[in-house]
């Protein structure tokens, strides 16, 4: 099945976040948090403005970004646990 999201939505997959800390300390499963880092799978076409015109989204399939806490709906979609959020929940992309 593949899935499109509509005007400025963005679907993200969290990044499996580190299992040790700096010091070498295994953090057990049921102590981690959910990373707010993730790559974006696929994303609208882009919201419209008040003349009706659609503006592109800044981000694309690929780019990893920060994104909030609690931020975004977590579907399954192919089994795949993922992230449908607005772009606007994002906080920048990573380099």
Same mark, same amino acid.
């Given at each position: 099945m593949t899935f499109r999201p509509l005007h400025d939505r963005v679907v993200v997959r969290r990044v499996d976040s580190e299992e040790k800390t700096t010091g070498g300390i295994i953090i057990p499963d049921?102590?981690?948090?959910? =990373?707010?880092e993730g790559e974006v799978v696929s994303v *609208? =076409?882009?919201?419209? !403005? !008040?003349? *009706?015109?659609?503006?592109?989204?800044d981000v694309k399939a690929g780019d990893r970004v920060l994104f909030g806490k609690w931020s975004g709906t977590e579907v399954k979609i192919d089994g795949e646990e993922l992230l449908i959020m607005k772009e606007s929940d994002i906080m920048g992309v990573l380099a």
């Open positions: 049921t102590a981690k948090e959910k =990373p707010q *609208g =076409p882009g919201a419209r !403005d !008040d003349s *009706g015109k659609v503006v592109a989204l």
